[in-house]
Nanobody
Framework: QVQLVESGGGLVQPGGSLRLSCAAS????????MGWYRQAPGKQRELVIG???????NSADSVKGRFTISKDNAKNTAYLQMNSLKPEDTAIYYC???????????????WGKGILVTVSS
């Protein structure tokens, strides 16, 4: 019913910037919460940055001051702005949205397929 499409990844030089987008389509009443995760080769998936339904932001120490999460409600799209990128930011990035389909039922979790970000000279 709901599909998430990530875009904006690719190759960027150290110190550069990228903005990832996560567009949701389908039966969407409200996006309650959202987060971006990443997984580098040989490592566990980790939370990069997320915001709860109450507006509380959580982020990894490694990205504080560099990454920002935001949302455009009219477009049902979440964003990850990444600045001052470092080689260690190289990973597959995953979008995670908590979506309410109606005002009467519990929300559900949805994941994007992932998009590659490579930071290299």
């Amino acid at each position: 019913q709901v599909q998430l499409v990530e875009s904006g990844g690719g190759l960027v030089q150290p110190g550069g910037s990228l903005r990832l987008s996560c567009a949701a389509s389908g039966n969407i009443f409200n996006i309650n919460a959202m987060g971006w995760y990443r997984q580098a080769p040989g490592k566990q998936r980790e939370l990069v940055i997320g915001i709860t339904s109450g507006g509380v932001t959580n982020s990894a120490d490694s990205v504080k001051g560099r990454f920002t999460i935001s949302k455009d409600n009219a477009k049902n799209t979440a964003y990850l702005q990444m600045n001052s990128l470092k080689p260690e930011d190289t990973a597959i990035y995953y979008c995670n949205l908590e979506i309410a389909h109606t005002a009467y039922h519990y929300p559900k979790d949805y994941w994007g397929k992932g998009i590659l970000v490579t930071v290299s000279s």
